[in-house]
């Protein structure tokens, strides 16, 4: 069978890509990449700045798709923010509010960029909370593909 050893949108259709069952952050990327027919940039950004309550931004342009993210003080928290934007893509939070607006705001950006960043900062919307919780489910099974990896290394 082709797909074995993936989990198919249909076997788990709370992620909506297919996964190997032991992934990793590149893993999840490229599968994003594959679903959305792009490419993503992951970019550490150093203007955006957490004491603003600002941690990362999903850009989403005709070149591909972008990842901006604070510097974080530790490699486990720049992967969490930046699996909470992919979780924001695998979720399809294409957000549609306001449109009339940001294109009066903005004139020389895409609108639905400008609307989806402008939507990121704020905890009590109910997008980022669904967001936080996939990126909670990845970087749990990101923790244990890597706990499993080491005990083979260790132990075969």
Do not use: C
Not at 137 to 146: D, G, H, K, P, V
């Amino acid at each position: 069978m082709a797909n074995k050893g993936r989990r198919t949108p249909e076997a788990d259709p709370s992620l909506g890509i297919p996964l190997p069952e032991s992934f990793t952050l590149d893993d999840i990327v490229s599968a994003i990449e594959e679903h959305r027919d792009t490419t993503i940039k992951i970019i550490e950004f150093p203007e955006i700045k957490p004491e603003d309550g600002l941690f990362g931004i999903w850009l989403n342009t005709k070149f591909g798709d972008y990842v901006l993210h604070a510097p974080a003080p530790s490699e486990l928290h720049r992967q969490q923010i930046i699996l909470h934007e992919l979780a924001h893509m695998i979720l399809g939070h294409d957000l549609a509010v306001g449109k009339g607006s940001t294109a009066r705001l903005f004139p020389d950006l895409p609108e639905n960029a400008v609307i989806r960043t402008l939507a990121r900062g704020h905890d009590d919307n109910q997008l980022e909370r669904d967001a936080e919780t996939l990126a909670d489910r990845l970087a749990r099974s990101l923790r244990r593909n890597a706990q499993q990896s080491s005990f083979t290394k260790v132990f075969g």
